[in-house]
């Protein structure tokens, strides 16, 4: 594996180098697809997703990211006392130029390079096609939950088409679930010899966990539409018995992060410290758990508390902070900064979907009955991977110990049943899971059900609804006026996204 990473991090530095001074700016102006190979720009694309999940402003460290905002939209994220750095999103302040980056660089940094390899005219990159295809849904998926109708079958003509249409939101869904099954076939297809072995940073050109990743992809996408009336039996039958299984472990991006200036874990480049010291990254100090989430932790004495946070500096007790809330008593050093099962250094994989959400969709699933299996053990399961996940020691044990050991039907899967309750459950613990790590996840879980329920609506908030959607960015209405939908000015809450209904 320490090859590997070497040869994909080789490959990137050779590209960047070829386009740009700065490490792994392999896209910032010049870097031309049309002079590169699949084989080349599979790890650029695959580092350039891991951005868009945590880092999206990655020139100039901002951290706005789709984790970022859903974080703080999930009630997770809060920021501290003495800091002001979250202060527009924790007011549900959203307007055309609010997270534009997010839009902007996941058309032009990261989708357009899986565009070009899915099209690439040349023999022997079936299995790069295929990959390519799957993370073009993977990103058009997150476009669609963030926006609605979004440019998609004009949206990479270049010069030829520079105000693209915006293609209907269901539409999207459809065509990149219909896409994800043409990767699968192509895999099953693709001839010998062609494994992206070398150059993908992903599942090291294991096209078996690939299969599963798409499968898994399907599986949340047919879940984002539960609310929509639409009969999707058929494609639940599908994704159970086409064989393939759904991702047994994290799916997480490694592209060889090392501690140096602009080579670390995007993630840690934000919350952590600069490489090679102690000193407190741009976002550390600012960053911090909602009180809501942390009393969660708390309260239910979950061992997960101590690995997603540290101490407070003042008096050594865990606390977060409720949100939009700027006095002393929440100062920097009053409250929680993240711990270590979060910040585990520089050069840390960076986290796509994590095995826990795997297995908490599938619990979701059978218990809605769309598929067959056992919700409590799947359940059981997602919790004791989210335990693993965070490094909690002897993580079976303790996570079976906290979840049968828990008085609250949110936690033990027997009280959840006897109250009806199991979805909540469901939900609830894969927001423990994935907060501060698939913040973006947790965020749509809450838009789409509701759930984890009692989430305050942050102190002087624009609405007493909290926010389903971003708008589109200032840059198109800008530059493709004509095209870009019209939104009300209460387009942020209206849940306007298809499947929001």
Same mark, same amino acid.
């Given at each position: 594996?320490?090859?590997?990473?070497?040869?994909?991090?080789?490959?990137?530095?050779?590209?960047?180098?070829?386009?740009?001074?700065?490490?792994?700016?392999?896209?910032?102006?010049?870097?031309?697809?049309?002079? %590169?190979?699949?084989?080349?720009?599979? =790890? @650029?694309?695959?580092?350039?997703? #891991?951005?868009?999940?945590?880092?999206? +402003?990655? &020139?100039?460290?901002?951290?706005?990211?789709?984790?970022?905002?859903?974080?703080?939209?999930?009630?997770?994220?809060?920021?501290?006392?003495?800091?002001?750095?979250?202060?527009?999103?924790?007011?549900?302040?959203?307007?055309?130029?609010?997270?534009?980056?997010?839009?902007?660089?996941?058309?032009?940094?990261?989708?357009?390079?899986?565009?070009?390899?899915?099209?690439?005219?040349?023999?022997?990159?079936?299995?790069?096609?295929?990959?390519?295809?799957?993370?073009?849904?993977?990103?058009?998926?997150?476009?669609?939950?963030?926006?609605?109708?979004?440019?998609?079958?004009?949206?990479? %003509?270049?010069?030829?088409?520079?105000? =693209? @249409?915006?293609?209907?939101?269901? #539409?999207?869904?459809?065509?990149?679930? +219909?896409? &994800?099954?043409?990767?699968?076939?192509?895999?099953?297809?693709?001839?010998?010899?062609?494994?992206?072995?070398?150059?993908?940073?992903?599942?090291?050109?294991?096209?078996?966990?690939?299969?599963?990743?798409?499968?898994?992809?399907?599986?949340?996408?047919?879940?984002?539409?539960?609310?929509?009336?639409?009969?999707?039996?058929?494609?639940?039958?599908?994704?159970?018995?086409?064989?393939?299984?759904?991702?047994?472990?994290?799916?997480?991006?490694?592209?060889?992060?090392?501690?140096?200036?602009?080579?670390?874990?995007?993630?840690?480049?934000?919350?952590?410290?600069?490489?090679?010291?102690?000193?407190?990254?741009?976002?550390?100090? @600012?960053?911090?758990?909602?009180?809501?989430?942390?009393?969660?932790?708390? +309260?239910?004495?979950?061992?997960?508390?101590?690995?997603?946070?540290?101490?407070?500096?003042?008096?050594?007790?865990?606390?977060?902070?409720?949100?939009?809330?700027?006095?002393?008593?929440?100062?920097?050093?009053?409250?929680?900064?993240?711990?270590?099962?979060?910040?585990?250094?520089?050069?840390?994989?960076?986290?796509?979907?994590?095995?826990?959400?795997?297995?908490?969709?599938?619990?979701?699933?059978?218990?809605?009955?769309?598929?067959?299996?056992?919700?409590?053990?799947?359940?059981?399961?997602?919790?004791?991977?989210?335990?693993?996940?965070?490094?909690?020691?002897?993580?079976?044990?303790?996570?079976?110990?906290?979840?049968?050991?828990?008085?609250?039907?949110?936690?033990?899967?027997?009280?959840?049943?006897?109250?009806?309750?199991?979805?909540?459950?469901?939900?609830?613990?894969?927001?423990?899971?994935?907060?501060?790590?698939?913040?973006?996840?947790?965020?749509?879980?809450?838009?789409?059900?509701?759930?984890?329920?009692?989430?305050?609506?942050?102190?002087?908030?624009?609405?007493?609804?909290?926010?389903?959607?971003?708008?589109?960015?200032?840059?198109?209405?800008?530059?493709?006026?004509?095209?870009?939908?019209?939104?009300?000015?209460?387009?942020?809450?209206?849940?306007?996204?298809?499947?929001?209904?």
């Amino acid at each position: 594996m320490k090859n590997i990473k070497n040869v994909i991090l080789l490959t990137i530095l050779t590209l960047s180098f070829s386009c740009s001074d700065n490490y792994l700016d392999v896209n910032g102006s010049s870097a031309s697809p049309s002079s %590169a190979s699949p084989a080349l720009l599979l =790890p @650029a694309a695959q580092k350039n997703s #891991a951005d868009m999940l945590y880092n999206a +402003d990655i &020139l100039n460290g901002s951290g706005d990211s789709f984790n970022l905002i859903g974080s703080i939209h999930a009630g997770v994220m809060a920021d501290s006392g003495d800091r002001v750095w979250y202060q527009p999103e924790q007011q549900y302040l959203i307007i055309n130029t609010t997270y534009q980056r997010i839009w902007n660089n996941t058309y032009t940094l990261t989708l357009s390079n899986y565009v070009f390899i899915e099209n690439f005219e040349g023999e022997g990159f079936d299995n790069f096609k295929a990959i390519a295809k799957i993370m073009k849904a993977f990103h058009f998926a997150m476009l669609v939950d963030t926006y609605g109708d979004v440019p998609y079958t004009e949206a990479f %003509a270049r010069g030829s088409n520079t105000q =693209p @249409a915006y293609d209907d939101d269901k #539409a999207v869904y459809d065509i990149i679930y +219909d896409e &994800l099954n043409a990767a699968i076939s192509m895999i099953d297809n693709a001839p010998d010899g062609t494994l992206p072995v070398s150059t993908d940073a992903m599942f090291g050109g294991d096209m078996s966990d690939w299969q599963q990743f798409a499968n898994t992809l399907k599986l949340r996408m047919l879940l984002r539409q539960v609310n929509t009336g639409e009969d999707l039996s058929a494609k639940y039958n599908e994704i159970v018995n086409n064989g393939i299984g759904f991702i047994t472990s994290t799916a997480a991006i490694d592209p060889g992060y090392a501690d140096q200036t602009s080579q670390q874990n995007p993630f840690y480049t934000v919350f952590g410290f600069v490489p090679g010291s102690t000193t407190p990254a741009r976002n550390n100090e @600012a960053t911090r758990g909602n009180e809501f989430f942390v009393d969660f932790l708390k +309260d239910n004495f979950d061992d997960r508390l101590s690995r997603l946070f540290l101490p407070a500096d003042s008096d050594s007790e865990f606390r977060g902070i409720p949100q939009n809330v700027y006095t002393n008593e929440f100062r920097t050093n009053a409250t929680s900064a993240l711990g270590p099962g979060l910040l585990i250094g520089s050069t840390q994989p960076l986290q796509v979907m994590l095995g826990s959400e795997a297995l908490f969709l599938q619990a979701e699933a059978v218990q809605r009955g769309l598929i067959s299996g056992d919700a409590g053990a799947l359940y059981r399961s997602g919790i004791a991977a989210s335990f693993a996940e965070l490094g909690v020691p002897d993580a079976a044990t303790a996570a079976a110990d906290y979840e049968s050991g828990a008085f609250s039907n949110k936690i033990n899967w027997d009280l959840a049943v006897g109250a009806g309750n199991e979805i909540e459950a469901i939900i609830t613990q894969k927001w423990v899971a994935g907060g501060f790590i698939s913040g973006f996840e947790v965020w749509m879980d809450r838009v789409r059900t509701g759930f984890p329920s009692g989430i305050p609506i942050p102190v002087d908030a624009r609405s007493t609804v909290f926010p389903s959607n971003l708008l589109y960015p200032e840059s198109e209405l800008a530059t493709n006026p004509d095209n870009v939908p019209d939104q009300p000015n209460n387009a942020a809450f209206d849940r306007h996204t298809f499947w929001m209904q």
